[in-house]
C-alpha cells in the first residue's frame, strides 16, 4: 500500500544519508581511489540488504487474499468476511491454490451465495449456431471448455475451465446450482430483481451438474418455466457428450412426474436454459438473440454453522 512505501522509503532515505556521510568522511580522509569505490560498492549493497525484507514482506502482503486464507467458492468468501454483501467480481482460488476471478452473487437470493461458472446467449447457445467456437457452449460440464475464462463479466459467452468448476463444486460449502435469465440486467442495475418467472435451483445431492452426461428422471427443488412453478417436482433433465444441461418443459407431461407446462407439447421441443434445439421466445432466455442463460453453483449462508 501507500503507506507501506512511504515508510520504506523513509527508512531507505536514512540509511542512504547515513552511508553518504561515512562516504564523505573517508573521502576526506584518503585519496584512495580504490578505497572510495568499495565503499561505494558497500554503500549500494547495504542499501539493497536493506530493501530486500521490504520487499518480500510487502510482495507477501500483496498476495494474501482474505486474511491468508484461499476461498474456494464465493460462499466461502462470504464465511471468511461476513460484512462483503456487494457483488461483483472477486478472487478465488483452485483445490491447487492457483487464483482466478469469478462473479459472486450475495443478494439476489439471500441466504443463498452464488458463484457463476457460465454465462452466453441465445445467438451462441442454440443448437447448430454457426458462431465461431460456438460449440464451447454446447458441451455438458464433464468436458474442459473454457471461453473468456478470465472475464467472468462476459455474459454473452463465458465458461471456466473445468478445474476451476470442479473445485467450486468441490467446496464443502457448495451444495446447489442454479440457472437464471438474463441476470447482466440485474447486475448492470436496470432491473431491481432478477427474472423469477423462468429459473431453476437444485441440491447437488439429487444432480450433480458436474458429472450429468445422460437423460434421467429426477426430483427438483424449485423449476419455473415461463411463470409456471414447481416445487420438488420429478422432471427430465438431459445432457450428453455433445450437449449442454437443458430443461425439456415440452416433454415433462410424458416423462417422469407428467406435469404439463402451459402451452408446451412434445411435438414441438423446448428446450430452456441451455442446448436450444427449439425453444420459446416466451421463455426470457430464448426471448432474443441477446437474452442470456446463466449457470451458478453455491449453498446456503449459515454462519451458526461454522
Not at 471461453?147 to 460449502?173: C, E, K
Not at 432491473?191 to 423462468?198: E, F, G, L, Q
Request: with cysteine; glycine share 6%.
Amino acid at each position: 500500500g501507500n503507506s507501506l512505501f512511504v515508510e520504506n522509503r523513509t527508512i531507505i532515505q536514512k540509511i542512504d544519508t547515513v552511508l553518504s556521510n561515512l562516504l564523505l568522511i573517508d573521502t576526506l580522509t584518503t585519496s584512495d581511489n580504490t578505497l572510495v569505490f568499495s565503499i561505494t560498492k558497500m554503500k549500494n549493497h547495504l542499501i539493497l540488504l536493506a530493501l530486500i525484507p521490504l520487499v518480500i514482506n510487502a510482495t507477501t502482503q500483496n498476495k494474501l487474499h482474505y486474511g491468508g486464507r484461499k476461498p474456494k467458492s464465493c460462499l466461502e468468501i462470504k464465511y471468511i468476511d461476513p460484512s462483503i454483501n456487494k457483488n461483483g467480481v472477486y478472487t478465488i482460488f483452485t483445490t491447487a491454490g492457483a487464483s482466478y476471478s469469478v462473479y459472486c452473487d450475495f443478494t439476489s437470493d439471500a441466504p443463498f451465495v452464488w458463484t457463476l461458472i457460465e454465462s452466453f446467449n441465445r445467438n451462441i447457445g442454440v443448437w447448430g449456431s454457426k458462431v465461431p467456437l460456438a460449440w464451447h457452449f454446447q458441451r455438458p460440464y464433464t468436458q474442459n471448455v473454457p471461453h473468456y475464462q478470465a472475464s467472468p463479466t462476459r455474459w454473452s459467452d463465458f465458461r471456466l475451465t473445468l478445474t476451476s468448476m470442479r473445485s467450486i463444486d468441490g467446496s464443502n460449502t457448495t451444495t446447489h446450482w442454479r440457472a437464471t435469465c438474463n441476470f447482466n440486467d440485474y447486475a448492470m442495475n436496470k432491473t431491481k430483481d432478477i427474472d423469477r418467472n423462468n429459473y431453476i435451483r437444485q441440491n447437488t445431492c439429487d444432480v450433480n451438474l458436474m458429472y450429468l452426461t445422460a437423460f434421467g428422471c429426477h426430483i427438483f427443488d424449485y423449476v419455473v418455466v415461463r411463470g409456471y412453478a414447481c416445487v420438488r417436482c420429478n422432471f427430465p433433465f438431459w445432457a450428453a457428450s455433445n450437449i449442454h444441461a437443458t430443461f425439456l418443459s415440452s416433454h415433462t407431461v410424458s416423462y417422469c412426474g407428467r406435469y404439463k407446462f402451459p402451452n408446451s407439447s412434445p411435438a414441438k421441443q423446448e428446450s430452456d436454459f441451455g442446448h436450444y434445439n427449439g425453444y420459446s421466445t416466451k421463455h426470457s432466455c430464448a426471448s432474443y438473440g441477446h437474452s442470456t442463460s446463466n449457470w451458478w453453483l453455491g449453498g446456503l449462508y449459515l454462519p451458526e454453522s461454522h
